[in-house]
């Protein structure tokens, strides 16, 4: 962005879709097509429908048939649930500084739960076993909260990824230390995507790496709304569908949650959608790499980029696309993806930056 420019600087036409969050994408057809099928009549309220059943074994399908899996309206009320039935009195869970439930769900698991949350410090948004044997001082003093369970996210806040070898050692030492592992899967198709693209992937990161909860988001890479909570260790399962009820997640038209879930998992649709994206913030990042003034750390893992940019060029890009800051010390914002980005909306973002800065 010229120093010295006094005039507007020409700009492309924007994008039609924003570059702010895969939540402001719309719904993909098929998810549509699920719930106006379901709206057909009556059906039992509460999951004691036909939807539901079979989003059920869709999830038994995916990650083995001791699998237990409850549906919820959102993100952090999948975790709240989940944190719930996982927590025992006096507990602490472990997370990053970055996790979500620390930073963006407005104090939802403390006030819930009354559950005393233990944020780490890192630079890539991932904890390490270290971390976690460094807080073994806590254990078993009853002055101190209890380190109760390891809450991780993937792919992370940061678009890093855990590969299923780090989630496996986490979860090794997790148990090891009597502790339980959560995690936060609102971008759980990007990484399954990123990881591999296939049910193999998904798996290899949370049943066999040793996970115990898992929060399965759908509402990011395509539905409507629609989450749920995955119970890879069915013991934890006991008190789930009193828990959910108590914080408020159980849908009483559940068919047209079980409906959306329906439609995402037949053919994997999740995970194409999920790699889409991906290959869509790959292609922003590759067009905008070499504009000066822009930098970034490192190369897009999933659907997210993280540039910096010129500090004068921030509000006038925002303002003709909107986009959130993300390190503001650093000049730093976000540029996510979605299922439904297409090739023409990176290159028109693209070549807006260029005008500006060049």
């Given amino acids: 962005m010229t120093a010295n420019a006094t005039a507007p600087i020409p700009m492309p036409p924007a994008p039609a879709r924003a570059f702010a969050s895969d939540n402001a994408a719309g719904a993909h057809p098929k998810v549509v097509e699920a719930v106006l099928a379901a709206n057909e009549g009556h059906a039992l309220a509460y999951g004691s429908d036909e939807w539901t059943g079979r989003a059920e074994a869709g999830f038994r399908d995916l990650f083995g048939p001791r699998t237990q899996s409850y549906l919820v309206w959102n993100g952090t009320g999948a975790n709240v649930m989940a944190l719930g039935t996982m927590v025992r009195p006096g507990d602490a869970v472990v997370c990053s500084e970055w996790a979500h439930v620390a930073v963006d769900e407005t104090g939802a698991p403390e006030r819930s739960l009354g559950v005393k949350l233990l944020p780490q410090p890192t630079a890539t948004a991932k904890l390490v076993p270290a971390q976690l044997e460094a807080l073994t001082h806590l254990q078993g003093v009853q002055h101190h909260a209890q380190p109760g369970v390891v809450s991780i996210t993937q792919s992370t806040e940061l678009g890093t990824l855990y590969t299923a070898e780090e989630v496996a050692a986490l979860c090794d030492t997790a148990h090891r230390m009597g502790m339980r592992v959560h995690l936060d899967g609102a971008r759980i198709a990007n990484a399954t995507a990123a990881l591999g693209g296939d049910v193999a992937a998904l798996r290899s990161f949370t049943v066999e790496a040793g996970v ?6 759908a509402t990011k890479p395509g539905a409507f709304g629609a989450e749920a909570v995955v119970y890879l260790d069915p013991t934890l399962a006991e008190r789930a569908m009193y828990v959910r009820k108590s914080v408020n997640q159980l849908p009483s038209k559940m068919r047209f949650v079980a409906a959306q879930f329906e439609a995402m998992l037949a053919d994997d649709l999740w995970i194409r959608l999920g790699d889409h994206a ?45 986009f959130w800051d993300w390190d503001v010390s650093r000049h730093q914002v976000r540029w996510m993806t979605a299922w439904d980005t297409t090739e023409a909306d990176v290159d028109a973002f693209a070549a807006g930056v260029r005008a500006l800065l060049v």
């Fill in 212 to 217: 115990d909860v898992v929060s399965f988001g």
């Fill in 278 to 322: 991906n290959r869509m913030a790959t292609r922003l990042y590759e067009a905008t790499k070499d504009i000066p003034g822009v930098t970034y750390d490192a190369p897009p893992s999933v659907n997210s980029v993280f540039p910096m940019l010129p500090p004068e060029a921030i509000e006038p890009l925002r303002a003709w696309c909107f």
